[in-house]
């Protein structure tokens, strides 16, 4: 009896955790908060909510940001109609889980990821999306193929946004496999495929070929070859989905920002001015020339909304107008050196920078007072050279942002590394706003970017890739320094053999003419 009755307190027991465990609202559930349908993840509830869903779509945000407050949002509405699906949609504050956003290597933002079958190691990266329809689509597209695509071109033709057609001759073949790829990657982007002959006659062309048309309006077409990439079809894409010039705005800065063509052409003008429209005209006119190669952008001077734009190329009002042109890898601006901004003036200014022949801009910043007084040396456009080339000191500079996260996230380790050698008189360190100072050095990269000068005769720079601590910055610079003596001690003797042999041959010419005489 009494083992009867233990059975039956057992079996009590185990109802009550299972219902406590399926209950909504209890303390299991409490571990992974949902808010609209989202769940909101940390390190503590990481782990479990990959193994609980087999595709969990994460959001990794900061708040506040533009970005993120937009990108919320549609997880919200895509969410709602995820309901009842095997996707789930979660968000991780970067702000306040640093550790798991380090952990997981998502710490440049915006960032949206893929987590499938519990693997966290190797995510999908989502396109950041205009609205829930774009994760939506995204999501479809992925689960699906080509033969998705084929619908009645009819319904797009009219539409004002670029439609995207692709007429293959087979679904299986390569070329629509990259066009659905493509497809993948571009999910705020309408795609069509279709076969019918009809349609293709239409624009006098052939099989294997993508149409862009906006209201049935042939924009451009681009013929598949063998080996054709998906990223050169984005490429193609994405920039003929812009017009020939864009105007830049708080809606097409982010597109700007994000497009595959990194030479960007900037026309700084005051709308409002009379000779804008002639101005325009001719920048206009000049950017269907370069497409694919430069990408041309105006800026309205007179939009105080502008003003970190004007800001940042350093541009002031009463300038304009003038064109810069920009490379957004190495951020190295050349000026259009002419007040006459006719189309001749600016295609050759064009041509003259794809060629490697226009000489940049060069910008700097006041000396600031007291620069070379504190641990971390504070330098400029006129400074650098003469400090990071001192052939008697080592110098470990610092380019930085100063918007950027990623930058201002490295100032501590460079102040606690002056502090590391602060009493070796031959070292030096510091640091140099890269977008106040135009830098006339290949920094073989994106900032922040730390560059070593040893201490040598002949002007040498060397960038460090390693880890991000003092005692590994300090091996490296010990390491090169050690290299730079003997490299010092083989360059002074080329140079004493360099000033004998000299001396040697004006001796021997001046005998010579000792002779002749």
């Known amino acids: ?141 992925r689960a699906g193929s080509a033969s998705d695509l084929i619908t009645d071109l009819s319904q797009s033709e009219a539409s004002e946004e670029l439609t995207v057609v692709g007429f293959f001759k087979e679904l299986n073949h390569e070329y629509a496999q990259v066009f659905y790829a493509a497809a993948i990657d571009l999910p705020d982007v309408n795609f069509v495929v279709t076969q019918d002959n009809k349609v293709i006659s239409k624009y006098g062309l052939t099989h294997d070929v993508v149409l862009l048309l906006r209201k049935s309006q042939l924009i451009q077409a681009y013929n598949m070859v063998p080996g054709t990439a998906k990223e050169e079809l984005i490429v193609f894409i994405t920039v003929y989905q812009m017009e020939a010039v864009t105007e830049y705005t708080g809606q097409t800065a982010t597109q700007i920002l994000t497009s595959p063509v990194l030479n960007h052409a900037l026309l700084f003008v005051n709308e409002s001015s009379a000779t804008f429209k002639e101005i325009y005209s001719a920048f206009n006119m000049a950017a269907e020339s370069f497409r694919l190669r430069i990408l041309f952008v105006w800026v309205n001077v007179d939009e105080p909304r502008n003003g970190r734009m004007l800001e940042y190329f350093r541009v002031r009002e009463f300038e304009a107008p003038l064109i810069r042109l920009v490379n957004l890898t190495d951020h190295v601006t050349y000026h259009l050196p002419s007040n006459t901004l006719d189309v001749q003036t600016i295609k050759t200014f064009c041509q003259s920078y794809l060629e490697g022949k226009a000489k940049p801009k060069m910008q700097s910043e006041p000396i600031p007072e007291g620069w070379d007084k504190q641990p971390v040396k504070d330098l400029v456009g006129m400074t650098l050279e003469s400090v990071a080339f001192n052939p008697n000191k080592t110098v470990f500079v610092l380019f930085y942002l100063p918007y950027s996260q990623e930058s201002r996230d490295v100032f501590p380790l460079w102040e606690e590394l002056a502090e590391a050698v602060k009493e070796r008189e031959d070292v030096v360190i510091a640091r140099i706003d890269a977008s106040a100072n135009d830098i006339n050095m ?49 360059e002074d003797e080329d140079r004493r053999k360099y000033i004998e042999t000299i001396k040697a041959e004006e001796a021997k010419n001046a005998n010579k003419s000792k002779d002749e005489l």
């Open 442 to 490: 290949s920094m073989q990269g994106r900032y922040p970017s730390l560059c070593l000068f040893p201490a040598l005769h002949a002007e040498r720079m060397l960038v460090y890739r390693g880890k991000r601590k003092v005692k590994d910055l300090v091996k490296f610079m010990d390491k090169e320094m050690e290299m730079a003596k003997k490299d010092r001690v083989t």
């Open 1 to 141: 009896m009494r083992t009867l009755l233990l059975l039956g307190v057992l079996a009590f027991c185990m109802c009550v955790l299972v219902g406590a465990d399926t209950q909504p609202g209890q303390k299991a559930d409490k571990s992974s908060p949902e808010e609209d349908g989202v769940l909101k993840l940390k390190k503590g509830n990481f782990n479990k909510a990959l193994k609980k869903n087999k595709q969990l779509l994460v959001h990794f945000y900061v708040p506040l940001s533009g970005d993120g407050h937009r990108v919320s949002a549609a997880f919200e509405g895509a969410a709602a109609k995820l309901q009842g699906s095997e996707i789930k949609l979660a968000v991780i504050d970067v702000s306040k889980e640093k550790e798991l956003a380090k952990e997981l290597n998502s710490t440049g933002l915006p960032s949206i990821r893929l987590y499938l079958s519990g693997d966290k190691h190797n995510p999908v990266l989502c396109p950041v999306p205009q609205s829930s329809a774009t994760i939506l689509t995204w999501l479809k597209r």
